[in-house]
Each structure stands twice: as structure tokens, then as C-alpha cells.
């Protein structure tokens, strides 16, 4: 397993891999592989701690980083989130997620960041040591605490008892013609619908993106 920066040459493969890990799990198809397409340009996209694993040539899992900001009456602060964070279905529960988390925290601590935070199933993320935004007083920017935000602080109480707000990047708002035209380019699969989408919506959809 070799865990390496993403390259020009990866892109393609890496979105290919994104679609299929995420195809109809949190909705019938998915549009995270185009997440990744226009994330690389964005202003918020952290470069450096763009992430894949390669086994035997081929790359079958991938992380990608944005900017954050914690707010705190007058306080602003950088902080990270990830996403797309995905392994290609068939090495999943190997470990190869969790190695891809434990590189990139220890490189986000290094570059003196105080948490990651992200919107995901509780279940998959606080075995890495995330936990509920309500534990640390973070809420979104409406002052609410769903579920599925979890936040990982990397400086030992950094969060203190001030109350925190969370803005993710724009980056993760986009009109869905867009995925669709974008999708054209790729291998027809059928859109399903399962359970896993209905947890989707309730730990997250609501508040990550309002008008889905």
C-alpha cells in the first residue's frame, strides 16, 4: 500500500473511483465524484494534503481537504474539513481509510491547524476520535447541532467553553444540471434508491445542502 499526493495523471482515476464508492449510497447516483472535479480549482482547496492509495497500480482510496472557519463573536478561525473521503468498494474494511486519516492528521497538527471538522455517519467517524459538534459548543452558522456534524480537535482544548459556529467552504454548493451533464462523461450505472440514503438525509443532507 503506498499512500501518496494526488497527481494530474490520478485525476480521472480518482473520480472514477469516487463514483463508484459513493454511487447510491446517500442518494440515487451520486455527485461526489463531480465534488472532486471542481474542488482541485477552488480557492479553498488544501493542495497539500490531497491524498490517494495505490495498491498494485492502482489507486482505491482518495481524501481531499477544504479551509474552514470556526467563528466565535469576533474570533475567526482556520480549521479543516475532508471530503470526498472514499475506498473503492472492494478493499473496504481494510484499513485503508483509516491509514488515509491518521497520515493527513498528523500533517494537518504539523501545519498547526486545531480540528477537523466534518458532516458524516457517526458510526464510521468516531472510532477515529471524532465526536458530536454539541460536545465542544460547535454548531453550523444557524446555531443548530445535527447529528452527523462531528468535529476532531487536534489541539488538547483549543475549544474551550466559548460557543463556535462552523462555515464550510462554498465549494460543496452546486446546481445538481451540473453533476448531471458532468456524469454524461462516464460509464452508465442505474440509479437505485436504498436504507442508506434515508440515514443520509436525517444525520446530514438537511443542513449541508438545505434546497436537496
Known amino acids: ?3 501518496r499526493l494526488e497527481t494530474k495523471k490520478d485525476y480521472k482515476r480518482v473520480e ?3 463514483r463508484e464508492a459513493f454511487w447510491n449510497l446517500y442518494v440515487p447516483g451520486c455527485d461526489e465524484h463531480y465534488l472532486c472535479h471542481i474542488l482541485r480549482d477552488h480557492k479553498d482547496f488544501i493542495n497539500e494534503l490531497d491524498y490517494v492509495v495505490e495498491i498494485d497500480g492502482n489507486i482505491v482510496a482518495s481524501i481531499m481537504y477544504t479551509q474552514s472557519y470556526l467563528f466565535c463573536n469576533d474570533e475567526k478561525v482556520p480549521i479543516l474539513s475532508f471530503g470526498p473521503l472514499c475506498v473503492h468498494p472492494k478493499y473496504q474494511r481494510k484499513g485503508i481509510g483509516t491509514a488515509l486519516i491518521e497520515k493527513t492528521k498528523l500533517l494537518a497538527i504539523n501545519m498547526g491547524i486545531p480540528a477537523i471538522i466534518i458532516y458524516g455517519d457517526p458510526h464510521n467517524y468516531c472510532k477515529h476520535g471524532f ?3 454539541i460536545d465542544y459548543k460547535v454548531s453550523n452558522m444557524d446555531g443548530e447541532y445535527p447529528l452527523g456534524l462531528l468535529v476532531l480537535e487536534l489541539q488538547q482544548g483549543f475549544f474551550g467553553n466559548k460557543q463556535w459556529k462552523i462555515q464550510q467552504s462554498d465549494a460543496f454548493i452546486f446546481e445538481q444540471k451540473k453533476v448531471e451533464e458532468f456524469d454524461k ?4 450505472k442505474e440509479k437505485k434508491y436504498q436504507y442508506s440514503q434515508v440515514l443520509f438525509r436525517i ?3 438537511a443542513y449541508l445542502k438545505p434546497d436537496s
Do not use: A, Q, V, Y
Not at 185 to 188: D, R
Open 1 to 3: 500500500m503506498i499512500i
Open 185 to 188: 462523461g462516464f460509464k452508465e
Open 16 to 18: 472514477d473511483l469516487t
Open 203 to 205: 444525520l446530514i443532507r
Open 131 to 133: 465526536k458530536n459538534g
